[in-house]
C-alpha cells in the first residue's frame, strides 16, 4: 500500500507543472502496522470476556435476590403459586417446560432459566435435569431443520443475519467432530444449530455434538437454580464463576481454533 501511494505521488509530480510542483507539499506515505499475533491474542481474548459480563451480572442480582428475605419471600411465593397450578395438569406443565427450553434453544430472547427455578420446586433435581437437557436437545434438532430444510429466509427472521454470516464461513460440511463439539459449546444453541443446517451438515455428528454439548449446561443450571432456591449464595456464586469461565474459555478456544492458531 505505501508502494502505492509513493509512486502515484511521483507520477503525479512529473506530470504537473513546474509551479504547481514547486508549491506542492510531499506527500508522505502513513505507515500501516500489520495486525501482530499477539493483537490477534489480544482481540480473541477481549471478545470472549466481553461475552462473560451479562452472566456475572445476572449471577450477581440473582444473589441480591437470594440475600434479601422480602425478595426471597415473594420468590418463594410465586414458586409455590406456580407448583399448585402445575399439579393440577401435570402432563400440560411438563410439555410447557419442554416447549419453552426448546423454544429457548431456537430463539436468543428466550430463556429457559425463568422458568427453571419453578421446574425445580415443582419436580426436583433429578427430573428438572432431564426435562432441561431433552428441550434444549429438542430446540437444536429443530433450529437444524429450519436451517437444512426451510433455508435462509427462514433462518434470517429467527436470528440475527450478523451471526450468521461471522460464523457460516467459517465452519464447513467438512468440520472435524471435535471442532463441531466446541462450536456448540462456545455459542448459544441457536447459532451452530442454524450454521450447520444450512451447510447440510451430517445430522447424526450433529445431534451427537448437541446432546453433548447440552449435558454440562442442563446439570450446572439445575444445580445453580437449586442453590439458588435454596439460598446458598457461596454455592452459586462459585459455581457461576465456573461456568462463566468454561464459557470463556470455550468461545475463546473457538476463535483461536477457527483463526488456525490452535
Partial sequence: MANMVDCSARVSTERAPSSVVR???PHTAI?????????????????????????????????????SD????????????????IKTHPVSGILLFVVFAALSAMLAFVSAAVITPV???????????????????????????????????????????????RWEDRISTRAPFGLVLLFQVALPSEVPGYVLGLL?????????????AELPYAVTTIYLGASFIERRIPAFLGLGIVVVLF??????????????KG
Fill in 23 to 25: 508549491n506542492a507539499e
Fill in 31 to 67: 505507515p500501516v502496522e500489520p495486525k501482530t499475533p499477539k493483537s490477534g491474542e489480544t482481540d480473541r481474548l477481549a471478545a470472549a470476556c466481553k461475552r462473560a459480563l451479562v452472566p456475572v451480572l445476572l449471577c450477581a442480582a440473582l444473589a441480591i435476590v437470594a440475600s
Fill in 70 to 85: 422480602a425478595l426471597y419471600s415473594g420468590l418463594l411465593w410465586l414458586l409455590t403459586s406456580a407448583e399448585a397450578i
Fill in 119 to 165: 421446574a425445580i420446586h415443582t419436580w426436583g433435581e433429578p427430573l428438572s435435569m432431564l426435562l432441561l437437557w431433552s428441550g434444549w436437545t429438542l430446540g437444536g434438532v429443530c433450529a437444524y431443520g429450519v436451517g437444512r430444510f426451510l433455508g435462509r429466509p427462514a433462518v434470517t427472521s429467527l436470528t440475527s443475519t450478523a451471526a450468521l454470516a
Fill in 200 to 212: 447440510r451438515y451430517r445430522f447424526a455428528k450433529y445431534v451427537l455434538a448437541l446432546a453433548l
Fill in 247 to 260: 464459557s470463556v474459555w470455550a468461545f475463546y478456544t473457538l476463535q483461536k481454533r477457527l483463526s488456525g
